[in-house]
């Protein structure tokens, strides 16, 4: 089994920092990408940032310039660096993975529990 393990979130007032972090543990042959969505309250979940296994990043228009994201590929973990952040950003954060878990096995993704990020105006 597979599990994706956030932390990181919080209260943050505008213009305030967080750090969010998504580790990958179980039975797990390759990761092809990790990357970080979002949903607000009423919304639908959307894209954050994402970071393929060869260092490419993507990034929603909304968030980039302020948030980074980057991948400890030793410790098949995700991080989310987040700067400038503003009420808009307010949501659940979750973690994906688009992973293999064995060798000839076909790619998932698994999503972790989430996390809660509120930012106060």
């Known amino acids: 089994q597979v599990q994706l393990v956030e932390s990181g979130g919080g209260l943050v007032q505008a213009g305030g920092s967080l750090r969010l972090s998504c580790a990958a543990s179980g039975i797990i042959f390759s990761i092809n990408a990790m990357g970080w969505y979002r949903q607000a309250p009423g919304k639908q979940r959307e894209l954050v940032a994402t970071?393929?296994?060869?260092?490419?990043?993507n990034y929603a228009n909304s968030v980039a310039g302020r948030f980074t994201i980057s991948r400890d590929y030793a410790k098949n973990t995700v991080y989310l660096q987040m700067n400038s952040l503003k009420p808009d950003d307010t949501g659940v954060y979750f973690c994906n993975a688009d992973l293999r878990a064995t060798r000839t096995g076909a790619n998932r993704s698994y999503w972790g529990q989430g996390t809660q990020v509120t930012v106060s105006s």
């Open positions: 970071m393929t296994s060869y260092g490419s990043r």
